[in-house]
């Protein structure tokens, strides 16, 4: 017998433009820009909805909440995680750890690091040393050093039970 141990991945990027804020994992950060898409454009909770349903043969995001229902306009991306995780739980899987990386010229992470950790903490319901945020930028190489979007990523370990094998 053995443990069913899963990880997942996501990555997500939306397109930044002028503007006075932009939300990211799940916390509203103030800045000279906002991010653009459909709900509220929080590419790091969008990478971290599809790390969850990678655990649990769950499709991605797009195939749950399709951009092109307006249903899902301005909706607060929180709602998303949430529906992720109960599919997970339904699975009868164990959320272990989430680490994620922010790729992004602006705004600058640090000063958010722990508003983002306590944020996705409480959504996926992890003792903060279970979820780690990191940050990084292309120095200025690409569409994120242009400031022309962020990116993020995240990746999700589950424990699914055991496997009798
Ligand atoms: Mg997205």
Request: aromatic share 6%; glycine share 10%.
């Amino acid at each position: 017998m053995i443990q069913d141990i899963r990880t997942g991945f996501g990555f997500d990027v939306h397109k930044l433009i002028p503007g006075d804020g932009l939300w990211l994992g799940g916390v509203f950060i103030p800045c000279s820009h906002s991010l653009l898409g459909h709900s509220d454009a929080d590419a790091l909770l969008h990478a971290l909805c599809d790390a969850i349903f990678g655990t649990i043969n769950g499709g991605d995001i797009g195939q749950h909440f399709p951009p092109t229902d307006p249903q899902w306009a301005d909706r607060p991306s929180k709602y998303f995680v949430e529906y992720a995780m109960n599919m997970l739980r339904k699975a009868g899987g164990t959320l272990i750890n989430a680490d994620t990386l922010i790729i992004s010229e602006t705004p600058k992470i640090n000063p958010h690091r722990k508003a983002l950790q306590v944020s996705i903490a409480q959504l996926l319901h992890l003792p903060l040393e279970r979820v780690n945020i990191k940050a990084t930028t292309t120095e200025t190489l690409g569409f994120t050093g242009r400031k022309e979007g962020l990116a993020a990523q995240a990746q999700v370990s589950v424990h699914m039970g055991t496997l009798n094998v």
